[in-house]
Structures are given as structure tokens and as C-alpha cells.
């Protein structure tokens, strides 16, 4: 069975500085992992997944992760943290080749951003 | 292109009544999802079907709760009778195809019930 781990349900950041969202997962198999921003009174919506093509993987508006399988992580980070930011940010494992589907979310990480 | 499209946005209801939440996915997309979320035990999977199949309900928490998909467009799921602990948001799903799970899931906006 697959598990996601997110450390810190709540972080704040000033406004330009480093964004960092620990993720870490467990896996039997190779993961496919993603990564989803929920803003208020809205969906998720996907920022960026690992299909293990690249260890880093780029997605929208400037935020990126690195998978790192020695660790099991695959943390997301921005250089420079924006107000429009500001939101949950929820990791995601799916079994590689499992032959059925469960993506399995973390508890989500709630980002403030302070002016 | 349109996205998962979830109506109603908002239920209020009594305890007791049936409650019927409803979603059209992405075209073309053959697997759908339906999730929960609350703030006590977060996003939670109900149940997922593959080409109007269901293929995994152990999410659903009882029997008071049922999904359909009676065609590739339109899913519903049904509380009935409802309670002031399904007071939740309802989220929808959908993807396309499945290679081993590496396709995303795209999310409706949801439903915000409350149960009174």
C-alpha cells in the first residue's frame, strides 16, 4: 500500500522568499507522484507529477520538485513566493502499473504569504 | 475546453432528506472519481468507476451512500437518508485512460453540503 506523508500542515512565507513543501511517500513500487493547489472554494488543480522521465520536474507558475528516491521525497519549491501563493497544497502517489487506480493524497499543506 | 462540471455548488438540507449530487466529466475521459473532503480527515476517495463500471466503492462509508454512472457523461451520487456528519465537500473527477496511474486527475469545483 502507497502513503504520503506531508511535514507541516501550515507554513508562512514572506512575500519573495524560498517556498519549500516537504513531501514524502511509501511505495512498494515505483510511484507516480503529483502534486495539487486548492484554492479557496475551488478544486484541485494539478501543479506538477513525476512519471519518471526527469528527477525534476517543472510545473506551473514557477513552482518545481525534485524527486529523490534515496530520501522518498519529492518536496515542491518555488525561489520567489508570490501573494497569489497563497493556498493548500496537497501531494498525491498513484502505484505505478498497479493494474487498478487509487491516488492516495496527503493531509495538505495550508501556504501563507506574508506581505 | 470545459472541465468537470459539478452542480449544485451548495446544498442545504434537513436530516433525513435525500440529497443527489451530480457530475459531468471531461469528454472523453473514461474514469471518474468521487471524493470527500473534510477539515478532521481530509480529502477521502468514495468511489471510482472505469468506462460507467464500477470498479472500487470501499470508500463509501455506507449504505446511506450510492453512486451511478449511467453513461459516459453524467454521474450522481446519492445520500439517503442524509446526516449532519456527511456535512462535507464533494469533489468529482476525472481522468483519461490509464497506463499505471501516471494520468492526472482533473477536479470539478465542488459541492458544499451541509446537512442541518
Known amino acids: 500500500a502507497q502513503s504520503v506523508t506531508q511535514l507541516g500542515s501550515h507554513v508562512s512565507v514572506s512575500e519573495g522568499a524560498l517556498v519549500l513543501l516537504r513531501c514524502n511517500y511509501s511505495?512498494?513500487?515505483?510511484?507516480?507522484l503529483f502534486w495539487y493547489v486548492q484554492y479557496p472554494n475551488q478544486g484541485l488543480q494539478l501543479l506538477l507529477k513525476?512519471?519518471?522521465?526527469?528527477?525534476l520536474v517543472k510545473g506551473i507558475n514557477g513552482f518545481e520538485a525534485e524527486f529523490k528516491k534515496s530520501e522518498t521525497s519529492f518536496h515542491l519549491t518555488k525561489p520567489s513566493a508570490h501573494m497569489s501563493d497563497a493556498a493548500e497544497y496537497f501531494c498525491?502517489?498513484?502505484?505505478?502499473?498497479?493494474?487498478?487506480?487509487?491516488?492516495?493524497f496527503g493531509k495538505g499543506t495550508k501556504l501563507s504569504v506574508i506581505p | 475546453d470545459a472541465g468537470v462540471i459539478q452542480s449544485p455548488r451548495h446544498e442545504v438540507t434537513e436530516m433525513g432528506q435525500e440529497v443527489t449530487l451530480r457530475c459531468k466529466p471531461i469528454?472523453?475521459?473514461?474514469?471518474l472519481f468521487w471524493y470527500r473532503q473534510t477539515m478532521m480527515r481530509g480529502l477521502e476517495l468514495l468511489i471510482y468507476?472505469?468506462?460507467?463500471?464500477?470498479?472500487?466503492d470501499s470508500g463509501m462509508p455506507e449504505d446511506r451512500f450510492s453512486a451511478k454512472m449511467p453513461n459516459a457523461s453524467f454521474s450522481t451520487l446519492k445520500i439517503q437518508p442524509s446526516e449532519p456528519r456527511d456535512s462535507a465537500v464533494y469533489f468529482c473527477?476525472?481522468?483519461?485512460?490509464?497506463?499505471?496511474?501516471?494520468?492526472?486527475?482533473?477536479f470539478g469545483d465542488g459541492t458544499r453540503l451541509s446537512i442541518l
Open positions: 468507476f472505469n468506462n460507467n463500471v464500477p470498479i472500487d
Open positions: 473527477a476525472s481522468s483519461s485512460g490509464m497506463t499505471g496511474g501516471d494520468q492526472p486527475q482533473h
Open positions: 513525476y512519471t519518471s522521465a526527469a528527477t
Open positions: 498525491a502517489v498513484s502505484l505505478a502499473g498497479a493494474g487498478s487506480y487509487q491516488l492516495t
Open positions: 469528454s472523453g475521459h473514461d474514469y
Open positions: 511505495s512498494s513500487v515505483p510511484p507516480y
